[in-house]
């Protein structure tokens, strides 16, 4: 992804807020399903009054925790030397014949296939 947005000449600092959101955002739903199951187990949510309690507890664990989170990775990436830019890797992928062929080759027989389960042209 960080790449894709390089290329399209976005500043470094939107590529790296944009690429630290996308990760926080699955970090943050995998801990907030995690508690959710933990309150679930706990009868957090058998009754509306507790559903609401539970909620506002999983609200408030959930903004703590993502905090926590931040900062750790804060002081992990000023521990690894950032410099207020993360440098990442990009691989290069070069074109050749032979992979065009092949994935033209490979998608008309897939094709060919899909047609003839449908029974054409037979």
Sequence with gaps: MAC????ARLP???VELFCLTYRFIFV????????YLSQSARWGYASLQNSY??????????LVRSLYRSRALYTALLARGYDGEL???EERFEVSGKNWAFITGTGAVLLFLALAGRGWPF
């Design 87 to 89: 440098q990442v890797l």
């Design 53 to 62: 309690r539970s909620l506002g507890q999983l609200v408030s664990v959930l």
């Design 28 to 35: 943050i739903m995998e801990t907030a399903e995690k508690i």
């Design 4 to 7: 894709f947005l390089r290329k």
């Design 12 to 14: 470094a600092l939107w």
